[in-house]
């Protein structure tokens, strides 16, 4: 595939928010939206890097994103988020959910759910239901959730992993919550299709990229050889944060793009141009798909369709 950013179409008129849109994978994303015309906020829970990123994003477009106040580990933020959103927007385009953590130490979320799969899922799929009614308002509605080739490093997503009731692997817990996050994507796509709905609901990852995860997950410097690795192999083998965003940015712009695909870059998923990848087999299972679907709707307290 020879696709670049000069291939995304005029965007003008559409609305857009991307999560975790200060920096990485977001950032860029964010950048090449708002290059193309498109109405772009960012959503993301320090104000003060907002601020500093609308400012930046500003200056590279001459055009300033919105900006909106989102902690997507923290379910009454996500609401709030969503109720201020829909106050001032009568419709959503495109949702890209985005915003991340990586293999950080055990912790939980406001509401007592595991970091990695409260955040990275549950925060998400809240944010995308509460939005649903502004995307169904859009002519050609679409939502691009992010994974990672690391989802095919787990087999499945019980309920207990929601608060990691059963013990903590800093790494399965990430892998856990990047196959919930192609599971929720299928699920989304078969629940909008059964419904009738034009919503299309895709997956991508960025393969191996610079980002603030690699920072911002296991604690670097010291004696901490996992992290120091980690870091070495980040500087001589990953791909840059704009190159990362590009299954991304095919998979929000690319018209005609299937629902419930999924997309990575060309070269063994870890860098280079984007192209249809295939998630692993835990991630295309209908019931394990839906089994997820009710927990969450049952952790959240909301649903969409």
Same mark, same amino acid.
């Given at each position: 595939?020879?696709?670049?950013?000069?291939?995304?179409?005029?965007?003008?008129?559409?609305? =857009?928010?991307?999560?975790?849109?200060?920096?990485?994978?977001?950032?860029?994303?964010?950048?090449?939206?708002?290059?193309?015309? =498109?109405?772009?906020?960012?959503?993301?829970?320090?104000?003060?890097?907002?601020?500093?990123?609308?400012?930046?994003?500003? =200056?590279?477009?001459?055009?300033?994103?919105?900006?909106?106040?989102?902690?997507?580990?923290?379910?009454?933020?996500?609401?709030?988020?969503?109720?201020?959103?829909?106050?001032?927007?009568?419709?959503?385009?495109?949702?890209?959910?985005?915003?991340?953590?990586? $293999?950080?130490?055990?912790?939980?979320?406001?509401?007592?759910?595991? /970091?990695?799969?409260?955040?990275?899922?549950?925060?998400?799929?809240?944010?995308?239901?509460?939005?649903?009614?502004?995307?169904?308002?859009?002519?050609?509605?679409?939502?691009?959730?992010?994974?990672?080739?690391?989802?095919?490093?787990?087999?499945?997503?019980?309920? $207990?992993?929601?608060?990691?009731?059963?013990?903590?692997?800093?790494?399965?817990?990430?892998?856990?919550?990047? /196959?919930?996050?192609?599971?929720?994507?299928?699920?989304?796509?078969?629940?909008?299709?059964?419904?009738?709905?034009?919503?299309?609901?895709?997956?991508?990852?960025?393969?191996?990229?610079?980002?603030?995860?690699?920072?911002?997950?296991?604690?670097?410097?010291?004696?901490?050889?996992?992290?120091?690795?980690?870091?070495?192999?980040?500087?001589?083998?990953?791909?840059?944060? =704009?190159?990362?965003?590009?299954?991304?940015?095919?998979?929000?712009?690319?018209?005609?793009?299937?629902?419930?695909?999924?997309?990575?870059?060309?070269?063994?998923?870890?860098?280079?141009?984007?192209?249809?990848?295939?998630?692993?087999?835990?991630?295309?299972?209908?019931?394990?798909?839906?089994?997820?679907? $009710?927990?969450?709707?049952?952790?959240?307290?909301?649903?969409?369709?």
């Amino acid at each position: 595939m020879s696709w670049s950013t000069s291939d995304i179409p005029d965007l003008t008129g559409r609305r =857009a928010l991307v999560t975790g849109a200060t920096s990485g994978l977001g950032y860029e994303t964010a950048l090449e939206l708002l290059k193309h015309g =498109a109405e772009v906020t960012i959503a993301a829970r320090n104000p003060e890097k907002s601020e500093q990123a609308a400012a930046k994003l500003r =200056a590279a477009t001459g055009t300033e994103p919105a900006v909106l106040a989102l902690d997507l580990a923290d379910l009454a933020s996500v609401q709030d988020a969503a109720k201020s959103f829909s106050a001032t927007q009568e419709s959503l385009d495109l949702l890209v959910n985005n915003a991340g953590v990586m $293999a950080t130490p055990y912790r939980q979320t406001t509401d007592g759910f595991e /970091l990695q799969l409260g955040t990275n899922h549950l925060g998400h799929f809240a944010l995308t239901a509460r939005l649903l009614p502004l995307l169904q308002q859009a002519k050609n509605p679409r939502v691009v959730t992010v994974s990672s080739f690391m989802h095919k490093t787990v087999n499945t997503v019980r309920q $207990a992993d929601l608060r990691a009731e059963n013990g903590y692997a800093k790494w399965d817990a990430y892998g856990r919550s990047k /196959l919930a996050n192609l599971l929720f994507m299928r699920e989304l796509d078969r629940r909008a299709r059964a419904a009738g709905s034009s919503l299309v609901s895709v997956g991508s990852h960025p393969g191996y990229a610079r980002t603030h995860l690699q920072s911002s997950g296991p604690q670097l410097g010291g004696a901490n050889l996992e992290a120091r690795l980690l870091a070495i192999g980040t500087n001589l083998v990953a791909q840059s944060a =704009a190159a990362g965003a590009w299954p991304s940015l095919y998979a929000a712009t690319t018209p005609g793009v299937p629902s419930g695909s999924y997309y990575g870059p060309s070269f063994f998923e870890f860098r280079g141009k984007p192209k249809l990848v295939h998630p692993s087999k835990a991630a295309q299972d209908p019931e394990l798909a839906q089994h997820l679907w $009710a927990w969450s709707v049952e952790a959240t307290g909301v649903n969409a369709f």
